[in-house]
């Protein structure tokens, strides 16, 4: 039940993952590319869920790295209002907030350039990185030629220990406010 909507489905699907990266937290001249597929059927119909996503990071001026993302979530059909995605937040478009607009298709992209404070050979990793992000959503039946793209800028600091990351952002998103938004991750 959202918004009004009773619904219910089932879900299958698969993705592949290339990753050439030695240290996920601070890769170096490496690239890591990920293709979904998902099927969501529904009583009446079943739509076709895909997602993209690249990154590339290379090594530059030090143990500087430059991080590249481009990531494509799309559908071939409308999707239900609880199912389609949420542009804004650390996921795709840090300085605005998880959920500012929505749309069948996201299309996001970033460039950002980390900073290690700590030499990257340690266990414990401290560093800041700059950003900026583009991102739009937009309906079925639209272009992406016709959106307008929203942008944010900002800065990270992040620590990294073992299977524990922590970051926090400050972001300022064109036309909108500064937010600061923190994540975090397990990984084992």
Known sequence: SFLGVDDSFTQAGFDVVFDNRLDPVLARNAVYGRAAWDRLSFASEGINRTEI????????LGHNVLVLRALRADS???????????????????????????????????????VPLTSPLRLVKIGVSVFTDVATVYDKGERLAD??????????????????????????GAGSSTRVQAGGGLSF
Not at 53 to 60: T, V
Not at 155 to 167: C, D, H, K, P, Q
């Open 53 to 60: 996503e690249g990154r590339g990071y290379l090594g530059i």
């Open 76 to 114: 071939d059909q409308r999707l239900p209002p609880y199912l389609r995605p949420l542009l804004g937040g650390v996921a795709n478009l840090r300085g605005l907030g998880a959920g500012t607009a929505v749309g069948d298709t996201l299309v996001a992209g970033s460039i950002e350039l980390l």
């Open 147 to 172: 959106q307008a793209l929203r942008r944010g800028a900002g800065g990270t600091v992040w620590f990294s220990a073992a299977f524990l990351r922590l970051n926090v952002a400050v972001a300022h």
